[in-house]
């Protein structure tokens, strides 16, 4: 069965990165367009951001441009999402999504697959 498997979160200090990883399983991984979404305690899970099938198009949420970036590696089947000068409001669990569908239609309704979600907990 399908699998996207994160890791790298933990606890780090304002202003510090991270990197999470999301290993996929079961899936031709190729064939899907892969993304970050978080959700903050009380709050709704929101998009962070996506990239193409190829990894030659990528978007990002106002609120993490410039400071996130989102790649993802084909050969190895993962996809990555590299978070510098992070703030205490990143704050969240992250869930890798794996959706068949268009690249630019990266709605929670969208997605086929999640993973589990790793926390991120930035201390001011």
């Known amino acids: 069965q399908v699998q996207l498997v994160e890791s790298g979160g933990g606890l780090v200090q304002a202003g510090g990165s991270l990197r999470l990883s999301c290993a996929a399983s079961?899936?031709?991984?190729?064939?899907?367009?892969m993304g970050w979404f978080r959700q903050a305690p009380g709050k709704e899970r929101e998009f962070v951001a996506r990239i193409s099938w190829s990894g030659g198009n990528t978007y990002y949420a106002d609120s993490v441009k410039g400071r996130f970036t989102i790649s993802r590696d084909n050969a190895k089947n993962t996809v990555y999402l590299q978070m510098n000068s992070l703030k205490p409001e990143d704050t969240a669990v992250y869930y890798c999504?794996?959706?068949?569908?268009?690249?630019?239609?990266?709605?929670?309704?969208?997605?086929?697959?999640w993973g589990q979600g790793t926390q991120v907990t930035v201390s001011s």
């Open positions: 999504a794996a959706t068949r569908g268009s690249y630019y239609s990266f709605r929670l309704s969208d997605i086929d697959y």
């Open positions: 079961g899936l031709t991984f190729s064939g899907y367009s």
